[in-house]
């Protein structure tokens, strides 16, 4: 199911609100998310949010936890498909961007994701478009299940760091933030030095060199099997 982004006419109440069904309600628990972070989604809130009281929610989710695995499946839909036409590493690699775009756009589904054991339907039609698209390029069955595994452990464990990662050295504390900005880190750790000093830090950049050394070398071992 694809949850699309919920609208002023949804949070607001009045004549001219819609009626409540799942739909509804997982677009306003991803809204919540997106703006104070999973740990800001109770069913009080989301009841508030929707307008709504909070028992009137549990006629269309069974409890929290099924509220979290139905916003992982719809922020999975947001994915663009592995598409079984054409270049595939390309089609890969335009399925991994669009994975990466999306779990920044949502920040707190990277770590959400990897916590929920549910999995759903947009998460089913993902993997069996991506293991379409290698089959249908020659790989094995082994290769395949491999390589899928090297993919989605890029596409989240680059993310994740990405959105945990503190982007400024301040945030690090002030011991770390001492070390980095002070001799001492000339002193201590001549090669971080210089690789923080001498190198520029893109992490879109950073994401697409990993992805494109994966597909490359998928595609060597394909060729050699």
Known sequence: MVVKPLSETDRNSGPTRIPLNRERVLRGAILLADEGGIDSLSMRKLGQELGVEAMSLYNHVANKDDILDGIVDAIQSEVELVSGDGDWKAAIRRSALSAHEVLLRHPWACRLSLSRPMVGPAKLRYVDSLIGSLRGAGFS?????????????????????????????????????AILLGRQMLDEYPNLSEVVLGSIHDDQAEFEFVLDLILDGLERARDSA
Do not use: R, Y
């Open 141 to 177: 069955i082994q290769l395949a299940h491999e390589a899928m595994h090297a993919i989605e452990g890029h596409v989240f464990g680059f993310t994740l760091q990405e959105v945990s990662f503190p982007s400024n050295i301040e945030d690090m504390g002030p011991q770390v933030a």
